[in-house]
């Protein structure tokens, strides 16, 4: 049967979207970007992304604060109790230190294009988050594997960046013995999402920052699925995130994968918020 012409462009749209992603995550078109934006660099001098010192993007003073700021893990608060639409039993959130000052800046710049090198030195702070929350779980079940799960990233994020923050930094950290990582999630696109858009409408707001913690539980509820041919039942889950802010990701994140048959024993962060707008505890 002939499709109509309607079907046949969407094909040919999705096929050169897929081949254009090919292209720009291959070998060849990451060497084009680090070459363009290494060019970029001579003919504008980074300076500090902190300070504004010139020579670097982060200057060796504004490194080393921003390094001591995540010297120190600590337990900061409970996944279980985050997910204000299905609260489950205890599972601690490890963060590395506060996010602010020289840290806030120096994850920003990590997170952009041109500052992926960075990435690298942030490494030892997740381990740090990582073998403390591995600390804090329960006994696993008998026989069951422990995954380290990071937060996948949406397309349009990656298509920005040219990476995967959070893949990166699990690419250079250590994992807790007895662990290993999975990229068992994926990142379900906004058009797919059932009833997403009227949930905006009702929420008033497409911004997560003037949303209450129960409005952002709402808004990413759908947003991440188990990735096709990847089975965590019985597995326990050690989340990962780069920053902590609400909680509402690495929320739905947990949500899933226990609906999926796996038990979520927490999540580890380099950098968490200390001081939360208020609006975010309405739940």
Wanted: proline share 9%; aromatic share 4%.
């Amino acid at each position: 049967m002939t499709r109509p012409p309607s079907t046949r462009s969407a094909t040919r749209l999705a096929d050169l979207a897929d081949l254009a992603d090919r292209g720009w995550y291959s070998r060849a078109g990451r060497w084009a970007r680090e070459a363009w934006l290494g060019c970029g660099r001579i003919l504008f001098p980074a300076s500090c992304t902190v300070c504004g010192a010139a020579g670097d993007a982060l200057c060796p003073g504004c490194s080393a604060e921003a390094l001591r700021a995540v010297a120190r893990p600590r337990i900061v608060d409970d996944l279980a109790g985050l997910d204000v639409l299905a609260p489950t039993r205890f599972a601690p959130v490890a963060s590395a230190g506060a996010y602010g000052g020289a840290l806030a800046g120096a994850l920003l710049e990590a997170k952009r294009a041109h500052g992926r090198p960075l990435l690298a030195r942030f490494g030892p702070a997740l381990s740090r988050s990582l073998r403390l929350a591995a600390s804090q779980r329960p006994p696993a079940p008998h026989g069951s594997e422990v995954w380290v799960i990071p937060v996948p990233a949406s397309a349009p994020s990656l298509r920005r960046r040219g990476f995967w923050p959070i893949g990166e930094l699990l690419a250079v950290a250590r994992l807790p013995p007895g662990t290993r990582r999975v990229d068992a999630l994926a990142w379900v696109p906004q058009l797919r999402r059932r009833g997403r858009a009227l949930a905006a409408l009702r929420l008033g707001s497409s911004s997560q920052k003037s949303r209450g913690r129960r409005g952002r539980a709402a808004a990413v509820r759908g947003s991440v699925k188990p990735r096709p041919g990847v089975d965590p039942r019985g597995a326990g889950v050690l989340l990962v995130d780069d920053v902590f802010t609400s909680g509402a990701t690495l929320a739905e994140c947990a949500r899933v994968l226990r609906r999926a048959g796996a038990h979520v024993l927490g999540a580890a962060v380099v950098a968490h918020v200390p001081a939360p707008n208020p609006h975010c505890a309405d739940g």
